[in-house]
């Protein structure tokens, strides 16, 4: 039996994509209405899904549809969601439309307050249907339950960020849009290697995920396996060594596409650890837990240090998402419950915090044409509006308790502080390690917002225009987002804890959540 | 005495396909020699086409009604097994699309017997005088590419080897602009060709000597029982392997291409690019496959040597080139190394071996496409003084022509082996076979193949970055102020884009099909 949902989700953009890319030439204000029109709908269809979820039939996945693709090479077109995969589904379906908006001028040749152009006038139509291509993709690579569709998909959504950053961005762009697909692509043809190798090795002639958990035993074997997913995603989140290409594609992709970026597409890296890496091979994830959680650390660490010393405020809150990406996979390899189902929800909150920091940046530098913070000053007085929402998106970077992010990263925390799962107290060594860089996040977070918003009021900034409806429209939902979450996580948690647990027990671990249901029924 | 000559018995039906293409060629000898030149031309081109076209018919027919033959032909000098007449098809296929750009009027010169810049030059050029011997001179050349993977003894495949390679270093010479470098193209490849055939040639005396038979089977019969460290079959087997990856551009045989490529008619280039290679390989397959097989850990881990080294050198060279024909050839020379993966891939049950087989046939289809294609795009980028193969000079083309240089982007993706273009599924064919062998136990290679499908992924990324190159040129770079002109294209041109773009995103998306047909041409494997 197969469900529809999903692949009518899917069809939606790319259909969206199709008729943007066709229309006819100077049909600017059409392109951008169709992309946002299809962006809704897809949100729509998103949410009714979403509160279906929990009434839906289906084990694990539910939606699920399995359609042969490539029957010589075991390959389906198999799609289906598990409660992880819903919300990072909701999370994209959400950041889409708010992006539309947020970039409804940026192909138009964007103009400072002062009148300067910053960026020329491009396609505009090239630009949205890119951006429904990039959607369809996200969702299917969320939703992907065959490992080589998986693949495919996450190869091919580099093709469109590519282009969005090489043709849209700053002034750097294509060597950022050159160094960003370069790694990406590298991790990608290493994971394809062990992509085949599975299929080799576990010699069920099939890439359905569910049917490969366990089928690997030989420990050797899982290990250099393993090696070759988590490099790729290791990339992609990215974790310490090899991040150096996200400030630089942040910083010079258009604000919409480094949301997306930062907010979406490496959430595919830590996403992939989760549901890959840990299922796929438990016992190599148990050996190499404690290597990796001591780079993640550093990541928290070296990405929140790093970004104190950023003069750009995108390369700033890159970094800051390099440190709180550390996080993520800190609580992904914690091997416990609550620190995974925290570092679940710190994806998606992660997603709307980071989304709305960008937004609310991207419409500061667009009225400056810089993105250095030695050019503002005093910008509350002057756009009182966009610097409310400033501040709330950074606080929400530093995770204040009240804002989403705090309950996440607090669960992380505490769930590796008490995770049992690597004997030692060695987790919980390093959790109390990267409770340093809550401090860290602070100076990073309330300098930028100093030197920004507060002090004597720069003479160009006196020109800025306070937000306008549309950029208000963008910011608000994300705003209300991370207040509402912070006090009221439930409903996440409660589509994340139920999957959260099947991973715990296909990777084999002792799982005190189970144990305790179990004792109470 | 009563020695009464056998006549051989021929089986035309098999044959057919082939001795079309043969008696096309005869005959338009024949029209060289007596049409008036203002009819040669109309007669040329049809003859051309229709003798292609129904060669492929033939093949088709053949296919249907009657399926492989399980014996060779010929007295057993020709197999025509389900792997020919699936190489058969593809050179025919690509044979009539590069045709199409063939009939092309700029490309080829007015008077070859001209010295370049001299007054006789200019003359032929006005009076719009022509080689209309080029479509003939292709034809045994397409003939040639159908004999050489087809052959089943040693010697009708130096026959076939010779009647492909000679019309095609005379072709390369044709080129009309920058004739000088077309003629030196054509003098490199035919010198160092004609090494490679003499190296080829006396690989062949040396394992007659050895096995006492040219035939391929034969030879595999005589390794089964003989001595396998024969000074004789060594060195046989090493000269026979030169001649054969010479022709495939295999590292360190790989140097006549770029220039070749660089210097040759960018049509002729095409054909060269694809048609060749998939000849090259269907030959290379059939001597280490049927006449080696039995020397199998003495070749492979020969192989492993160069398949790493022609990926290395063709993805690494790339990066330097500033032509794009240059940069495509060495693009070609890098794929000719992931091919060489696949035929190491060898197992010892047959039915492993045909998915093997299947999958380099799969990657020569999707690979020859794409090349043509990318190829016809590279002649309608024009300068005043030909084809604008400086790199530098596509810059911003993507501004100027979106959907040429979208196009072209596209055929590039699908060489780097991204996701839903068909080159993916090339590569991951032929990859996955390469691993599945090593995995086999006890293959003597075992994690050598898959430490060769870690380069050959590397070797991918670094290919990606020169592709990608050429991507940030047309699209992230502003359009130079005397940038090149795009030529209108002839219809011919288009049909053979559209083409090679229809396989290209057909075959990336639903593959399907496509590795049925390539499965069901390998699955009895090679006559032996």
Redesign the interface.
């Known amino acids: 039996m197969s469900s529809l949902w999903l692949p009518i989700l899917l069809a939606v953009p790319v259909l969206g994509a199709v008729v943007v890319a066709l229309l006819p030439k100077g049909a600017d204000q059409v392109a951008k209405q169709v992309t946002l029109a299809v962006s809704l709908v897809v949100l729509a269809l998103t949410l009714v899904m979403a509160f279906q979820f929990p009434s839906a039939k289906g084990d694990r996945f539910k939606f699920a549809a399995v359609y042969d693709?490539?029957?010589?090479?075991g390959v389906h077109f198999g799609v289906g969601v598990d409660g992880i995969a819903l919300v990072l589904i909701v999370l994209s379906a959400v950041l889409v439309p708010i992006v539309v908006l947020a970039s409804w001028h940026d192909a138009d040749g964007v103009r400072t307050a002062d009148g300067t152009l910053i960026t020329p006038k491009r396609?505009v139509k090239t630009y949205f249907s890119l951006l429904l291509v990039l959607e369809a993709m996200m969702i299917g690579v969320f939703a992907a339950t065959d490992i080589f569709l998986f693949?495919?998909?996450f190869?091919?959504m580099?093709?469109p960020m590519?282009?969005m950053i090489?043709?849209y961005g700053g002034a750097q762009?294509?060597y950022a849009?050159?160094k960003f697909?370069?790694y990406s692509?590298?991790g990608g043809?290493?994971m394809?290697?062990a992509v085949?190798?599975l299929?080799?090795?576990a010699g069920k002639s099939t890439f359905m995920f569910p049917e490969l958990v366990g089928a690997i035993q030989d420990p050797a074997t899982q290990k250099w396996l393993f090696a070759g997913f988590f490099i790729a995603f290791a990339i992609k989140a990215p974790l310490w060594p090899v991040h150096t290409w996200l400030p630089d594609a942040a910083a010079q992709a258009p604000a919409g596409a480094a949301v997306l970026l930062v907010g979406v597409l490496d959430k595919v890296g830590t996403f992939g650890m989760l549901r890959f890496c840990l299922e796929l091979f438990p016992d190599a994830a148990k050996a190499f837990t404690m290597p990796i959680v001591v780079l993640a650390v550093i990541s928290i660490i070296y990405g929140a240090i790093v970004a104190i010393g950023q003069s750009d405020m995108k390369r700033l809150i890159a970094y800051t998402s390099i440190s709180h990406f550390g996080f993520i996979v800190m609580g992904v390899f914690a091997m416990s419950q609550v620190a995974q189902s925290g570092a679940t929800l710190y994806m998606v909150n992660h997603g709307f915090a980071t989304g709305a920091l960008f937004l609310a940046a991207g419409f500061l530098i667009a009225r400056r044409g810089s993105p250095h913070i030695a050019d503002y000053g005093g910008a509350q007085k002057v756009t009182p509006l966009l610097a409310g929402f400033f501040l709330i998106a950074g606080l929400a970077g530093l995770s204040l308790p009240g804002l989403s992010s705090f309950v996440s990263e607090f669960m992380v925390m505490t769930g590796t502080y008490a995770s049992k799962a690597h004997g030692s107290g060695a987790l919980t060594v390093a959790a109390v390690v990267s409770a340093l860089a809550v401090i860290l996040a602070a100076v990073y977070i309330l300098w930028m917002v100093q030197r920004v918003l507060n002090g004597p009021t720069a003479e160009p900034v006196k020109a800025f225009k306070d937000l306008n409806v549309r950029e208000i429209v963008v910011l608000a939902p994300l705003v209300a987002l991370i207040i509402g979450f912070g006090f009221f996580p439930k409903p996440l948690l409660d589509v994340i804890n139920p999957a959260v647990s099947q991973t715990l027990v296909n990777v084999k671990v002792d799982n005190p959540a189970i144990a305790e249901k179990g004792a109470g029924q | 005495m009563n020695d009464i000559m056998q006549a051989p018995t021929i089986e035309y039906g098999t044959l057919a396909p082939m001795l079309l293409v043969f008696g096309a060629a005869v005959l338009g000898v024949l029209v060289e020699a007596f049409a008036p030149r203002y009819l040669r031309k109309v007669m040329q081109v049809p003859l051309t086409l229709v003798s292609l076209g129904g060669a492929f018919a033939l093949v088709l027919v053949q296919v249907i009604m009657r399926g492989a033959p399980t014996e060779a032909v010929a007295m057993g000098a020709v197999a025509v097994d389900g792997p020919a007449l699936f190489i058969w098809g593809v050179i025919l296929v690509l044979s009539f699309v590069c045709v199409l750009l063939v009939n092309d009027e700029g490309h080829f010169v007015a008077s070859a017997a001209a010295v370049p810049g001299s007054a006789d030059e200019e003359e032929a050029e006005a009076a719009g005088s022509g080689h209309t011997e080029i479509y003939p001179l292709l034809l045994f050349a397409v003939g040639g590419m159908m004999l050489f993977p087809a052959a089943h003894d040693l010697l009708t495949m130096f026959v076939g080897l010779e009647v492909m390679s000679l019309p095609l270093y005379l072709m390369c010479g044709l080129a009309r602009r920058r004739r000088l470098l077309s003629q030196e193209a054509s003098m490199k490849y035919f010198l160092l060709g004609a090494f490679s055939s003499a190296f080829f040639l006396y690989g062949t005396a040396m394992l007659y000597g050895y096995a006492g038979t040219v035939s391929l089977p034969g030879i595999n019969k005589a390794l089964a029982g003989g001595a396998l460290l024969d000074p004789l079959l060594l060195i046989g087997f090493a000269m026979l392997g030169v001649g054969l990856l010479f022709k495939i551009g295999a590292a360190p045989f790989q140097a006549w291409k770029p220039d070749v490529y660089q210097g040759a008619p960018t049509p002729i280039t095409a054909l060269m690019a694809s048609g060749t290679l998939v000849a090259a390989m269907g030959a290379v397959l059939r001597v280490f496959w049927v006449g080696l097989g039995n020397l199998d850990w003495n070749w492979r881990p020969v192989m492993w040597a160069v398949a790493a080294l022609t990926m290395i050198v063709g993805a690494v060279l790339a990066i330097t080139q500033t032509d794009i024909k240059r940069m495509l050839a060495y693009s070609s020379i890098a794929h000719a190394g992931f091919l060489l993966i696949g035929v190491m891939a060898t197992f010892d049950k047959s039915q492993q071996n045909a998915g093997s087989l299947s999958a380099i046939l799969f990657y020569l289809l999707v690979y020859s496409f794409t090349t043509v294609g990318a190829f016809a795009i590279v002649t309608m980028v024009r300068d005043p003084g030909g084809e604008a193969g400086h790199l530098s000079r596509w810059a911003g083309l993507g501004k100027r022509s979106?959907v040429l240089a979208g196009v072209f982007a596209f055929f590039l993706?699908a060489f780097?082996g991204?996701?839903?273009t068909s080159g993916?599924?090339g590569k991951?064919?032929v990859?996955?076979a390469a691993?599945?062998s090593g995995?086999e136990s006890g293959d003597s290679l075992g994690g050598w193949m898959?430490g060769l499908?870690?380069l050959g992924?590397?070797a991918?990324?670094v290919a990606?970055?020169f592709y990608?190159?050429v991507i940030?040129l047309m699209?992230?770079?502003e359009p130079a102020a005397d940038g090149p002109s795009i030529a209108e294209p002839s219809m011919g041109t288009v049909a053979v884009i559209a083409v090679a773009a229809l396989v290209t995103v057909g075959v990336g998306l639903f593959?399907?099909p496509m590795?049925?047909v390539a499965?069901q041409a390998a699955a009895n494997l090679f006559i032996r």
């Open positions: 693709w490539i029957p010589s090479f396609s693949y495919v998909f190869e091919a580099l093709i590519y282009f090489g043709s762009r294509s849009a050159v697909l370069l692509l590298f043809l290493l394809l290697v085949i190798g299929y080799v090795v | 979106p993706l780097a991204i996701p839903l993916f599924f991951y064919a990859f996955a691993l599945a995995s898959t499908v870690v992924v590397v991918s990324a990606a970055f990608v190159r940030v699209f992230f770079s593959p399907q590795l049925d499965h």
